[in-house]
């Protein structure tokens, strides 16, 4: 059952039963069901409309206004705003996961090359040609993603993270806020880029720090020894000046 707004999904929801999860974008839903078939209802700009008619689907993923749906095959199907990524996705298949920014989605082969999707300036082109990346992360307009080297190659909006990567490696894991990316490296050291009001500036320069974590403008690392630095928007989270303690 949904309800609220009826142009943005609150009404035209399945009768049927059988569904597993329900994904979302800004007006719209999609259901997937056991057999791996696809409703989705609400707003036909953002996604309502279009969905694939055909079963086997395993996950979907969305942006602010499009669908992309992953396929056992590793095929993509995807639809709503063609500026969000409802057009453009790659036509061949193995594929094993899709990331999405705000606006545009990158889908990681299992050969770890990368094919992006949707606009332009917020990660739809500018994607690494070469193999061998891992996984991908994302802020609201860019991608970074971690090569099996620990190398990073980041793209999109220069504004939130698609500039300054760090071009070493040996880096375990990207975390991100709103717009700014920071990547741990093996050694506990930590490497931040972006927006500096997000945090894209101000990391410790130490080492030994085991895990990142994030609020939409601000990160916090603890370290093996159980302290935490912090950085960002002062207001978000970025500073432990006033944290309370039990």
Known sequence: MAWGASDKGG????????????????GAFA???????????????WGGTGAPSDNGYTKIYSTV???????????????????NGGTGAPSDNGYT??????YAF???????????????????????????????????FAFAALKADGSIKAWGA??????DAPSDNGYTKIYSTGYAFAALKADGSITAWGNSDWGG???PSGKGYTKIYSTGYAFAALKAD??????GDSDSGGTTSNATSD
Do not use: C, Q
Request: hydrophobic share 30%; aromatic share 10%.
């Open 97 to 102: 996961k899709i990331y999405s920014t705000g």
């Open 158 to 163: 220069s504004s939130s993270g698609d500039t």
């Open 65 to 83: 206004g499009a669908f992309a749906a992953l396929k056992a095959d590793g095929s993509i199907t995807a639809w709503g705003s063609s500026y």
């Open 226 to 231: 159980g302290s935490i630095t912090a950085w």
């Open 201 to 203: 500036t101000g990391a």
């Open 106 to 140: 990158a889908a990681l082969k299992a050969d770890g090359s990368i094919t992006a999707w949707g606009a332009s300036g917020s990660g739809g082109s500018g994607a690494p040609s070469d193999n061998g990346y891992t996984k991908i992360y994302s802020t609201e």
């Open 31 to 45: 259901t997937l069901k056991a057999d791996g078939s696809i409703t989705a209802w609400g707003n036909s700009d």
């Open 11 to 26: 009404t035209g929801a399945p009768s049927d039963n059988g569904y597993t999860k329900i994904y979302s974008t800004v």
